[in-house]
């Protein structure tokens, strides 16, 4: 499973990949706005800032919703960095621009991805990644890694080509359950990549090992 930052922070994503586990970004307009980026020549500038740590795909998000619209906008950012993968919302003008830029050979990330359904028609789209939201699901009381388990089937039996990409990850358990689940990437936030490194018994026996390596030197 591939592991990408959920993040705009380019404090934060540098982090991760100076852990050279990093295989990629993903943003949205939330994030951008959360690090203080508005303004398209600030924000294109600053999806350059992310390509040139990063050597993987970047999710970048349109923000208009008529095809034309999004097609425009995508144009302009894959022109970016050859890296930029176009954020597209699951809405029906979305499934459309998906589409068009598959045919011209734009990567796509179709986003606010809830059922298996809007699953399938973004594969069938041809959408490079397609992102359900698991913590935005279990928010809701249902259960997101199901989601992420049924769609990984689907595709399988289908040979659909399209990337799951578990988002919205709200901790590293589901990290683990989505490595389970079989998604192809896992987009976390970097609260949760490092959560994953913790376990008290490797602090304690950590501690052992110095204390008992002391009596040596
Ligand atoms: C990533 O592509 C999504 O935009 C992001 O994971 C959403 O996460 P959230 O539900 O924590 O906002």
Redesign the pocket.
């Known amino acids: 499973m591939k592991f990408?930052i959920?993040t705009a922070d380019l404090a934060q994503i540098q982090e991760a990949h100076d852990l050279g586990i990093l295989d990629g970004v993903?943003?949205?307009p939330?994030?951008m706005a959360k690090v203080g980026i508005k303004g398209t020549d600030a924000i294109n500038a600053h999806y350059k800032a992310i390509c040139d740590i990063v050597d993987g795909p970047v999710?970048a998000?349109v923000v208009s919703t008529t095809f034309a619209e999004m097609v425009e906008e995508g144009k302009k950012l894959a022109e970016i960095h050859p890296n930029i993968v176009v954020?597209v919302p699951m809405i029906k003008d979305g499934i459309k621009a998906i589409k068009w830029f598959t045919d011209n050979g734009i990567k796509t990330?179709c986003?606010?991805v809830f059922s298996a359904g809007q699953a399938i028609l973004a594969a069938k789209a041809g959408a490079t990644f397609v992102?359900p939201?698991i913590?935005?699901i279990d928010?809701g009381s249902w259960d997101g890694v199901q989601l992420i388990e049924q769609i990984v089937g689907i595709y399988n039996a289908q040979g659909y080509m399209t990337e799951v990409?578990a988002?919205?990850?709200?901790n590293p358990l589901h990290i683990v359950r989505c490595a389970e689940a079989g998604a192809d990437v896992c987009?976390c936030?970097l609260s949760s990549i490092l959560g994953l490194l913790k376990h008290p018994l490797t602090d304690i026996g950590l501690q052992q090992f110095l204390n008992d390596a002391k009596v040596f030197q």
């Open positions: 990408f959920d993903t943003t949205n939330s994030l999710s998000e954020k990330n986003t606010l992102s939201f913590g935005r928010d990409l988002a919205s990850i709200r987009t936030p």
